[in-house]
């Protein structure tokens, strides 16, 4: 259902909707503008201070070793996650960050336990609190984790604890995958494999897995085209 048949019903609704929607657009561009000074301004801030100012052909150098691959896939982010978040949501989650690991599959959850749609005016709202509310829970875990630091330094330090944390973001990323993967195997099957076969051929692609995204999620996007129109035939012929 599009967002202008849901509000089509209620002239006041609508233009509460648009009122809401212009607020979320000047905020977030505006603290977006304000995170990014931050987060550039902060080496000059810190070498002001202490007298020792960053080597702008050095910062520059390091940054076309890298930032090429890093924009694109920062282009690729924006466009695949905003349609899934809104713009609340997608203001927020990229202000945040950590998006695929928490932000995405918080959203992801809370909108389907209330059955919204993409692009609706429901989903706009519950991927704006469900995100929200994953902020200000990182906020207080790291909080309460930095406080409990060193109490907990010799059992975070324990060599009984090191294989596990060696592998916390395979498991992390493996269990949050299954949930995808789950609803076709088929289809995620061969993405996967196809993957994991160039990776053993081409074992320094690994260093370039957010620009290797780009043909990973054209190949399972074409994919699901391709059955999609097998299925669309199928029904026409029934």
Same mark, same amino acid.
């Not at 002239?11 to 905020?27: C, D, G, I, V």
């Not at 694109?72 to 998006?99: C, D, K, Q, R, W």
């Not at 009984?160 to 076709?184: H, I, S, T």
């Given at each position: ?180 993967? *789950?609803?076709?195997? *088929? ?52």
């Amino acid at each position: 259902m599009s967002e202008k048949m849901i509000l089509s019903d209620s002239p006041e609704k609508q233009k509460a909707y648009e009122a809401y929607m212009k607020t979320t657009h000047t905020l977030g561009r505006l603290v977006s503008v304000v995170t990014l000074a931050l987060l550039v301004g902060a080496p000059f801030v810190i070498g002001s201070v202490l007298g020792a100012m960053p080597d702008l052909g050095a910062a520059g150098r390091g940054f076309l070793s890298v930032g090429l691959v890093w924009t694109v896939s920062s282009v690729v982010e924006y466009l695949v996650y905003t349609p899934m978040l809104g713009a609340g949501g997608s203001y927020l989650a990229f202000i945040t960050g950590n998006l695929i690991n928490m932000k995405i599959p918080c959203a992801m959850n809370a909108r389907e336990l209330v059955d919204a749609k993409s692009g609706t005016p429901e989903n706009e709202v519950i991927s704006t609190l469900s995100i929200a509310a994953s902020s200000l829970v990182t906020i207080v875990v790291l909080a309460v984790g930095v406080a409990l630091l060193i109490p907990l330094r010799p059992v975070l330090e324990s060599p009984e604890l090191q294989p596990a944390f060696a592998n916390v973001v395979p498991a992390l990323f493996g269990a949050m995958a299954y949930k995808y993967f *789950r609803k076709d195997l *088929r289809l995620a099957l061969i993405p996967f494999a196809a993957m994991a076969i160039l990776f053993m051929f081409v074992p320094s692609l690994t260093s370039s897995t957010s620009f290797m995204i780009i043909p990973a999620g054209a190949l399972a996007i074409g994919l699901a085209w391709i059955k999609y129109r097998r299925n669309r035939k199928g029904e026409t012929k029934a």
